[in-house]
């Protein structure tokens, strides 16, 4: 996982320069009040800090779009330089019209990468890793800080200060950051498959993964440029094929899953039974711990049925199947096609039968899904094909004929990708092709109560098997208007048809897509009313009261040095704890530390109030006010600062992702102009203690609505994320119809 890792920390180097950005104005605001003489026109003061905030809120109402249409790395390069042109008007600026324009190009440069890299970054790592990586935007923001205040203590410490160098030296790193983006960062692979660009979206994650087989995620990939609007909740019992018998009520008339494995005349079948995994029993009933709490989410309990049973350590590689070859092996008599990136639009409507030239590569992403050529393997599991078929072009479900073994159909979190045929009608009265992911469940009547064991030899009676719970959906290249069309077999229409049809602004009044918006921006608005922005502007009057200010007085210190130097060691309080919450992160979990920190928000908020309201002397006070503060950001970073953002980059659907993103960041800053620009007239009207006890009532109303509403989402793969809301979002809508 070395190359994702890689990708992500060159990724939040853009949010180092934010991090620098922020931190640099600070100081220099200080000089650059005298030499444009503004001390009795707060106003422009104000709109000097202010403007990269107006800038930031401008691009992020166009940046979902664009990024969904030109992909996630031109905006990044973008962002780069644009940091490069602001720094060097900055360092030039005659005048405060020209230094406002290029705090307006700044600000654009810090809304393009503060949206875009927690996407950038959620697309590109595993899902084991996925929080672990997304926090480092937290932690390369906050470095960028200490690095710039330190950098501007020492300037504040000559003869004269420059500010605009203070300001200006941007340009250095936002060229090593353009250097990044040109040469290092791929585009994602997720972006590419949603343009149907499989051979680009293959090589990239064989770059990320650092392995050649890929193709069980390439294959999650493009099930993802769903919505998952009609993902419904089944049961199956799996095991080696004539392992079933009759305590288990299975009929053979039922609908079955064919899986097969690495070596030909291996398979195994999934048979539906009625309801004993845990995630069964969730979407039906909740969670024993969840019954009796009102107002609580089904979605919350329905993600967290998901963990009771997540492995400890998860892995790309199959668990629950650990011998399972791909899905999606090519065999080398399959036909290929290497124009279908530059084809694809011109051949709507054609049909894609396997009739190109041959070719004997495993880079075979043209192949269909299902093999035309049926062998002894699937004879029972698909209709002999009669006619032409319509078929998607990114791997056979079929082992190759040679029976060397493939990759592994496990995708991240002990979550398993599979497809059924079945010409007999399902609940809606249809039958047909449908893709499922599996995920073991708890069995209280297995055999054995171990995960299944495929040897690959003939059913056995002792043999093992297990419970496995299944959201099932129609496949993303199998619309319902294919159904229509009374198809012979799987067919499927071809990726650039779905590509064609692009996310629109409908897509977002999708049930799952509404929840999952509902929990993003809902997450936004708690987060900046939660008082950081408030904290972060009183630290240094907070700390002087402490007598650190006299302290460093003594060394020969001035005002302004002072307060530099007492902001640099706040923000290298916040670096420790960023490590541990990207430690934490994906093994306690995104909910549990938000729930876990938000408390300790909600004391040190009260401890702020009684400092403020109650006289226990200067020293006490002084101190209670210190370890208030440093307990406040030390938290904050831990929980509430990246939290937000990296579950706002898991919880879209691929397609209006982009789209989602723009509205949740476009809220943030919305939100962060709101409470900058209340704060004085707050602490006019209720006083500083008035200030601090609103942020914690806030606090207060998060933690409430973080137990309620958040969901668990550590470890699973995104798309499976996005069902999960659509299944929420369905389970909400009935219990209101109830």
């Known amino acids: 996982m070395s190359g994702a890792v890689l990708v992500a920390v060159a990724a939040a180097v853009g949010n180092l320069l934010q991090g620098w950005d922020n931190a640099t104005i600070a100081g220099a605001v200080l000089y650059i009040k005298k030499e444009f003489h503004l001390e009795s026109e707060p106003a422009i003061e104000g709109l000097i800090v202010a403007m990269s905030l107006v800038g930031a809120t401008l691009i992020t109402m166009c940046s979902g779009p664009i990024s969904d249409m030109l992909g996630r790395r031109p ?16 360092l030039w600026s005659p005048n405060v019209s020209v230094l406002l324009l290029a705090r307006l190009l700044d600000g654009f440069g810090i809304g393009l990468a503060v949206t875009l890299i927690p996407v950038y970054i959620s697309e590109t790592a595993p899902p084991e890793i996925r929080g672990l990586l997304n926090t480092l935007p937290q932690f390369t923001g906050s470095g960028g800080m200490f690095l710039s205040y330190c ?48 051979l680009e979206a293959k090589k990239v994650l064989q770059r990320l993964r650092g392995t050649e087989d890929v193709a069980g995620e390439l294959a999650l990939l493009v099930e993802g440029l769903g919505l998952g609007a009609d993902t419904s909740i089944e049961e199956y019992i799996i095991g080696p094929a004539n392992d079933f018998t009759d305590d288990h009520d299975i009929s053979a008339d ?84 290497e124009d279908w990136d ?125 419970q496995a719970a299944a959201l099932v959906s129609q496949p993303a290249l199998y619309p319902k208007e294919l159904l229509n069309q009374h198809p012979v077999g799987p067919a499927m229409v071809h990726p650039s048809e779905t590509v064609a049809k692009g996310p629109s602004w409908r897509d977002l009044f999708e049930p799952g897509v509404k929840h999952a918006l509902a929990v993003g921006v809902g997450l936004q608005i708690l987060q900046q009313f939660a008082g950081i922005n408030g904290v972060l502007y009183y630290t240094p009057q907070i700390l002087e009261q402490a007598g ?31 490590a541990v919450a990207m430690r934490l992160m994906d093994i306690s979990g995104r909910r549990t530390l938000l729930l876990t920190t938000i408390p300790v928000l909600i004391v040190s908020l009260i401890l702020l109030v009684l400092g403020s309201m109650v006289d226990l002397g200067s020293v006490v006070n002084a101190s209670i006010s210190t370890v208030s503060v440093v307990l406040y950001f030390c938290f904050f970073v831990m929980g509430f ?52 006890g609103l942020y914690a009532v806030v606090c207060i109303i998060s933690f409430v609505f973080v137990y309620l509403k958040v969901p668990e989402t550590k470890g699973m793969p995104l798309e499976v994320i996005s069902e999960f809301f659509a299944v929420g979002a369905k389970q909400v809508a009935a219990a209101k119809e109830n």
């Open 151 to 198: 950098m501007v203590f020492g300037m504040s410490l000559m003869e004269a200060p420059s500010w605009r160098l203070m300001l200006g030296v941007l340009f250095i790193p936002s060229i090593i950051y353009f250097l990044l983006t040109v040469f290092f960062l791929p585009e994602s692979p997720r972006w590419l498959v949603s343009k149907g660009r499989m």
């Open 342 to 466: 530059v084809e694809s639009h011109a051949r709507e409507g054609e049909d894609y039968a396997s009739d190109g030239d041959a070719g004997d590569s495993d880079d075979n992403l043209q192949s269909p899904l299902i093999s035309r050529q049926t062998t002894s393997m699937d004879k029972d599991m698909v209709p002999p094909v009669h006619g032409s078929m319509t078929n998607t072009r990114h791997g056979s479900l079929i082992p190759g004929n040679d029976g060397e073994p493939g990759g592994s159909t496990g995708i991240g979190g002990g979550w398993q990708l599979a497809w059924k045929w079945s010409e007999r009608e399902d609940q809606d009265g249809k039958g047909g092709f449908k893709r499922i992911y599996l995920h073991q469940g708890g069995a209280p009547g297995s055999r054995r109560g171990s995960l299944v064991s495929l040897s690959g030899t003939d059913g056995h009676p002792d043999a093992d098997y297990v």
């Open 641 to 692: 600062g990246p939290i937000p953002n990296i579950l706002c980059a898991e919880i879209f659907p691929t397609r209006v992702r982009g789209l989602c993103i723009a509205i949740c960041a476009l809220t943030f800053w919305i939100c962060d102009i709101i409470v900058t620009y209340t704060l004085p007239v707050m602490l006019k009207s209720v006083g500083l203690a008035g200030v601090f």
């Open 75 to 90: 905006l990044l390069i973008i962002s780069s330089v644009l940091y490069f042109i602001s720094g060097l008007i900055m």
């Open 254 to 337: 039922k609908d079955q899953i064919k899986l097969y494995g690495s070596e030909q005349g291996v398979s195994w079948v999934a048979r539906p039974v009625s309801g004993q995994s845990t995630i069964g029993l969730a979407s039906r009933r909740g969670s024993m711990a969840n019954q009796n709490v009102p107002l609580m989410d089904p979605l919350v309990t329905l993600f967290g049925s998901v963990h009771e049973k997540l492995p400890e350590q998860g892995s790309t590689r199959s668990m629950l199947f650990p011998h399972f070859g791909s899905m999606f092996n090519v065999g080398e008599n399959q036909p290929r096609n």
């Open 548 to 578: 650190v200010g006299v302290l460093l007085s003594h060394l020969g210190l001035g005002s302004a040095s002072t307060s530099l130097l007492i902001s640099a060691l706040t923000t290298l309080l916040m670096l420790p704890c960023i």
